[in-house]
């Protein structure tokens, strides 16, 4: 029997248009399924029937059947869909209900009556199946994005689901505790069985271990099949989109794949020597031997000069100073020795782009004619809170820019590109480049390597609490392991993004490695 | 609001327990009037939680209850007319007329604001010291939606105060002046009702619906469990052997008195003793 099955599913939002169109497709028990969708494709509407959030807790306007381990949602609410379906949902902080690790995950077990001592043993081996048991006893508000999401990942597999539904759980996380959620998730599945059906922007990072690729399209089911399938049909990851530009028939799915389909060749090509340094221009920021301290030393006497038109990625590990060199910088947070200065305004978007929007229609938040400028005037009467994350963080950038304080000389971003997919991703890069181009300093706090990769001229790496690296992004992201894009572990240090890529592996003619 | 786990007697206890002892304590002090009595009372409570390793967070609330405690005193000194030592005459307040401050008054108003921080310094224990989870676990087996709000709500408080801080960050880096405090109001207010929406689709999923009244654990009584619900019933014996015998007694009107005798004194050391001795026993703490 299938773990979900729908045939012929329409749904409607109460007073909205069909948000799903005639949906029908099958998932079967162990496999892992990845949707796929631009924003509002219908993706977590989806998910959302599929536990029976829709139509239950939505209300609207449902018709065909959907069959949940062969509970129709009909005739079964969320309540006992729960016991056969798991569900996570995308923000960490409203997905954990109770003040303890070890409560939030006896909640859905006491929920079903299960007896005391098989709550515990639940508790028990969810903690130990997902390596949080060293988290049961903490508070949950002391928990970061990424464990908070792992505790409710374990909430929703307490009970030994047979389907887990999840909508974007990496969107709210930096990639690093995104890419453990993920390497968790395909642990699950592959030994405990369970089904998986994943809604991710992030698909270079699901699609290695998925089975099956949905694709949805304004609501419709537009492809169905493997994932070498999908990226076929749209080359949706660097590498897929590597070898369309470069006229490869092959899609791999994984670095592997890659460097097995084009041979030897392109990483043995010499790697590029360092860069030439660009020539210095006047100082929009400058960092000298700057500090800042509370219970540790966060930022350890940090130098940094930043030139008026540069574009500066900013990148290290979790913890090691990039959120608060930009607050520093912007002057939100007063070093605690050191001087920092700036030719200008000094304009700070911080990580929660909904934390600038207040108003209750576009253009109240910006004037029409700037919504025009920046490319948004299409937006103006919608309600700010309906934008996708990547319109929304368009829309804060532009609030911060024409501030009433005036132009400014340097913009930070702080992990702007969170949960955005890939044509927002393209747009802000491109939104940076103008803005730099006309003598404003872009500093952006990323781990993303793809878009430092895209927008920067110049990448900082920050270790410890100061620059570790500081060199041209060529040189920084070329070499790097961890820091590398994916067109850069395939091809090495040769090429950055898949347009050089493609351009190295034509200029080479790489001959095709048959199957 | 913010329960964390510490190596003390008093968190080692079973939660109810807990809650009970400090819900006892608050009591005891409302009983008592004799100034003597309630400072050594104050002073248990600030012991206690020096012993759980809650001090800093409990002078917290007493710092947050100073303010208010003042309050209760001035208004109450002002507005009683009662008492022979007058201090200062002839104050004339509209509506009010002519009041006098006696020192009757004076002394039976900072008892008041005196009972009032104990009695926050106990609601500060029982925050900094009691799991509200297996608090509310209790709770739900006798009235599960209860329960489970009051669990929900106590979770969202951290939340909310962690969105508000992030937007007022936000207001800060687009230099706002102030001027736009209903709008912020309005994102603050719509904020909150997204998240409860958010938490109201998390509660189905984890199947609330179903709901069933969690079952009774069977958990044998703990060397802390025992001392501190001993503690909670002398404390509550003794508070009312001491009001029926006038043990603490204390007359604030028309004079001052009683003069202080060995009763109060005693009363005050036996009441710090059965506060503190629970916390001596600090064997099994950890988890």
Same mark, same amino acid.
């Given at each position: ?88 949902? +995308?923000?960490?902080?409203? +997905? ?75 969107? +709210? ?326 347009? +050089? ?15 | ?23 006892t304590l608050?009591l005891v002090a409302l009983s008592i ?202 404390l509550a014996l003794l508070g009312i052997l001491a009001a029926?015998?006038?043990?603490a ?18 009363l005050?050391?036996?009441l ?16």
């Open positions: 029997m299938s773990v979900l099955e729908l045939s012929g599913v329409s749904y409607a939002y109460p007073g909205e248009p069909d948000a799903l169109r005639d949906v029908s497709l099958t998932v079967e028990p162990g496999e892992f399924v990845v949707v796929s969708g631009g924003s509002g494709s219908g993706k977590s509407t989806l998910l959302r029937a599929a536990c029976g959030l829709v139509p239950h807790f939505h209300g609207g306007v449902f018709a065909g059947r959907l069959r949940c381990a062969g509970l129709d949602t009909r005739e079964h609410g969320p309540g006992e869909l729960a016991a056969v379906a798991g569900t996570l949902l +995308q923000d960490p902080e409203t +997905q954990v209900l109770m003040g303890t690790v070890r409560a939030e995950l006896a909640f859905p077990l006491e929920n079903r009556g299960f007896a005391p001592a098989a709550v515990a043993r639940g508790v028990e081996e969810a903690a130990l199946a997902l390596g949080i048991a060293g988290l049961l006893d903490r508070s949950t508000h002391e928990l970061s994005g990424g464990e908070l999401q792992r505790v409710a990942l374990g909430a929703a597999l307490a009970g030994r689901p047979q389907l887990l539904l999840l909508d974007e759980p990496t969107s +709210q996380l930096d990639p690093v505790a995104g890419d453990e959620l993920l390497g968790v998730l395909r642990r699950v599945n592959e030994e405990w069985g369970t089904a998986v059906l994943l809604a991710e922007h992030r698909l270079e990072r699901c699609l290695p271990a998925a089975d099956r690729v949905l694709a949805l399209e304004a609501g419709r089911l537009a492809f169905d099949g493997t994932p070498e399938a999908f990226l076929q049909r749209s080359a949706e990851t660097p590498i897929a989109r590597l070898f369309s530009l470069a006229g490869r028939p092959e899609r791999p799915v994984t670095v592997k794949d890659a460097r097995r389909a084009l041979g030897a060749a392109p990483r043995a090509a010499e790697e590029p020597g360092p860069s030439a340094a660009p020539a210095p221009r006047d100082a929009a920021l400058t960092l000298q031997r700057v500090w800042f301290e509370r219970d540790a030393a966060i930022l350890r006497s940090v130098d940094l000069r930043i030139g008026a038109g540069d574009t500066v990625a900013l990148m290290g590990r979790n913890g090691a100073g990039k959120s608060t060199l930009l607050r520093v910088a912007a002057g939100l947070w007063k070093p605690t020795r050191g001087k920092v200065s700036a030719s200008g305004r000094v304009a700070l978007l911080l990580q929660n782009p909904g934390d600038y929007l207040l108003e209750e229609r576009v253009d109240r938040e910006l004037p029409a004619p700037q919504l025009e400028a920046a490319g948004l005037g299409h937006l103006a009467a919608r309600h700010p809170r309906d934008l996708s994350g990547g319109e929304r963080q368009r829309l804060a950038l532009e609030i911060v820019l024409r501030s009433a304080a005036g132009a400014p000389a340097v913009v930070c971003l702080d992990e702007p590109t969170r949960g955005m997919d890939r044509g927002h991703k393209d747009r802000l890069a491109r939104r940076l480049r103008e803005l730099a181009a006309g003598g404003t300093a872009v500093v952006v706090a990323t781990h993303d390597a793809e878009f430092a990769a895209a927008f920067a001229a110049r990448t900082v790496l920050l270790g410890d609490g100061r620059p570790v690296a500081d060199a041209p992004t060529a040189d920084v992201l070329g070499g790097g392991w961890y820091f590398a894009t994916q067109t850069a572990r395939v091809l090495g240090a040769a090429a950055l993004t898949p347009e +050089q890529g493609a351009e190295l592996i034509t200029d080479l003619a790489v001959p095709e490695v048959p199957a | 609001m913010i329960y964390e786990r510490r190596p003390s007697p008093l968190h080692a206890a079973r939660a109810w327990v807990a809650a009970v002892w400090c819900i608050g009037e004799q100034p003597v009595v309630l400072g050594a009372l104050l002073a248990a409570v600030l012991g206690a939680a020096a012993a759980a390793h809650a001090g800093r967070r409990v002078a917290l609330y007493l710092a947050w209850g100073v303010p208010f405690a003042l309050v209760i005193a001035l208004i109450n000194t002002l507005v009683t007319r009662d008492g022979i030592t007058v201090l200062v005459r002839g104050f004339n307040l509209p509506v009010l007329g002519q009041l006098d401050i006696t020192l009757e008054a004076a002394v039976y108003s900072a008892v008041l604001g005196l009972r009032f921080l104990i009695v926050i310094g106990c609601a500060g224990l029982l925050a900094a010291c009691v799991d509200p989870d297996e608090l509310l676990r209790a709770v739900r087996r006798m009235s599960v939606r209860s329960g489970v709000t009051a669990a929900v709500a106590t979770r969202l408080v951290p939340v909310l105060a962690r969105d508000a801080r992030r937007l007022a960050e936000a207001r800060r880096t687009v230099g706002d002046d102030g001027r736009r405090r209903v709008a912020v109001l309005r994102a603050v207010t719509s904020g909150a009702l997204d998240r409860a929406t958010d938490v109201a689709a998390t509660l189905e999923v984890r199947g609330f619906a179903l709901a069933s009244r969690p079952g009774r654990e069977r958990r044998p009584w703990s060397r802390h469990d025992l001392a501190f619900a001993a503690s909670a019933l002398a029926a015998e006038g043990w007694g204390f007359r604030a009107f028309p004079r001052l008195g009683p003069a202080l005798g060995a009763e109060p004194l005693l005050a050391g036996a710090c003793l059965l506060v503190l001795l629970p916390f001596a026993d600090r064997r099994g703490v950890g988890r």
